[in-house]
T-cell receptor, first 111, second 113 residues
Framework: NAGVTQTPKFQVLKTGQSMTLQCAQD?????MYWYRQDPGMGLRLIYY???????DKGEVPNGYNVSRLNKREFSLRLESAAPSQTSVYFC??????????FGPGTRLTVL | AQSVTQLGSHVSVSEGALVLLRCNYS??????LFWYVQYPNQGLQLLLK??????LVKGINGFEAEFKKSETSFHLTKPSAHMSDAAEYFC???????????FGSGTKLNVKP
């Protein structure tokens, strides 16, 4: 039982490049979330998916897109990366007790 | 919109001393509240949660938190700090549908020997 997994762990991009962050959970959870973590700002919700086939915006969705590929997988895409998107990205899923389970994170640097 | 305020970005205590990490929320309706811990280079792990069953909530590793509606607070405490408690702690709030969670800015706990 791996919980929530994220790939890659680290990534360096140049401004304007695109990439997709992958997330998968094996706990059969319906809801999944993408956050970014910046120093002194806690975690901010980018997008969430309440169930397979649905996605919705969080606090800071600009510059990102998401896909809920199936119940297990929820990906985050940066179409044209900007230095302001340098951050640590966390994926999470929500269990039956409504607590969130987090992945190990992806450290993204945009030069 | 919901918001969460954590007073003190850094807290330092001696091993064996009381730990008190503060969290205040703003909400027009009773929220659901959570405390998470993050160790360096890891994701967040749930410490405890309040979901209206009891105002005093006990979590893992000896932590507990008390929901005080009149003060809109959900402070985290531990009677005796251990070196292994050194980490960053986040308070989070959500409404009934749990579609959105709002996190505080975090408090880094340092435990001195």
């Amino acid at each position: 039982n791996a919980g929530v997994t994220q790939t890659p762990k680290f990534q360096v991009l140049k401004t304007g490049q695109s990439m997709t962050l992958q997330c998968a959970q094996d706990m059969n959870h319906n809801s999944m979330y993408w956050y970014r973590q910046d120093p002194g700002m806690g975690l901010r919700l980018i997008y969430y998916s309440a169930s397979e086939g649905t996605t919705d915006k969080g606090e800071v969705p600009n510059g990102y897109n998401v896909s809920r590929l199936n119940k297990r997988e929820f990906s985050l895409r940066l179409e044209s990366a900007a230095p302001s998107q340098t951050s640590v990205y966390f994926c999470a899923s929500r269990g039956e007790g409504n607590e969130q389970f987090f992945g190990p994170g992806t450290r993204l640097t945009v030069l | 919109a919901q918001s969460v305020t954590q007073l003190g970005s850094h807290v330092s205590v001696s091993e064996g001393a009381l730990v008190l990490l503060r969290c205040n929320y703003s909400s027009s309706v009773p929220p659901y509240l959570f405390w998470y811990v993050q160790y360096p280079n890891q994701g967040l792990q749930l410490l405890l949660k309040y979901t209206s069953a009891a105002t005093l909530v006990k979590g893992i590793n000896g932590f507990e938190a008390e929901f005080k509606k009149s003060e809109t607070s959900f402070h985290l405490t531990k009677p005796s700090a251990h070196m292994s408690d050194a980490a960053e702690y986040f308070c989070a709030v959500s409404k009934y549908n749990f579609n959105k969670f709002y996190f505080g800015s975090g408090t880094k706990l340092n435990v001195k020997p």
